[in-house]
């Protein structure tokens, strides 16, 4: 596997050019750049991008089970587990049993969690500018749109 270090775009000559054409690496190379600039920028909060993906998705869906944020977020169910933790952890969300099926979790944002979300969703807007500084605004809703069309080419039907 590539470290960060071997990721080094721009050393101009020094790059074979039948590398440079590779789209997987061009991809891989710009998400694990991106990667790890997100999380940087979240970690001076001490945030993870986890946190985010479970507080929008409640934000936007309202109280879900842990099943329903694992399918909307695309966390894996242990993962989910360890964010919900977390986060309730922090009041950020509360985890009650379902009155319908006592068997099952139910997660919902308490109002500290939401002011949560909006301090993240500053700082991913914040930082992905900075990612796409190179891109106009028209430049970057295009960008978006074909790497949305390329993931839904790419990804298991059904899944995110």
């Known amino acids: 596997m590539e470290t960060p270090d071997d990721l080094g775009y721009g050393r101009g000559d020094a790059t074979p050019r039948q590398l440079r054409a590779q789209f997987g690496r061009l991809l891989g190379m710009a998400a694990t750049h991106s990667s790890r600039t997100l999380g940087e920028a979240l970690a001076e909060i001490g945030a993870r991008k986890y946190h ?11 109280p879900s089970s842990q099943a329903q944020l694992s399918d909307r977020t695309g966390i894996y169910r242990s993962d989910l587990v360890a964010t919900v933790n977390e986060l309730a952890g922090d ?9 319908a099926d006592r068997r099952r979790n139910v997660v919902s944002m308490t109002p500290a969690g939401d002011e949560r979300r909006r301090q993240i969703a500053e700082v991913l807007a914040r930082t992905n500018d900075a990612i796409l500084a190179p891109f106009d605004p028209a430049e970057r809703e295009q960008f978006a749109a074909l790497l949305h069309r390329l993931n839904d080419h790419l990804a298991p039907r059904g899944k995110w």
């Open 52 to 62: 985010f993906a479970v507080l929008a998705s409640l934000d936007e869906f309202g």
């Open 91 to 99: 009041g950020h969300v509360r985890r009650e049993a379902d009155p």
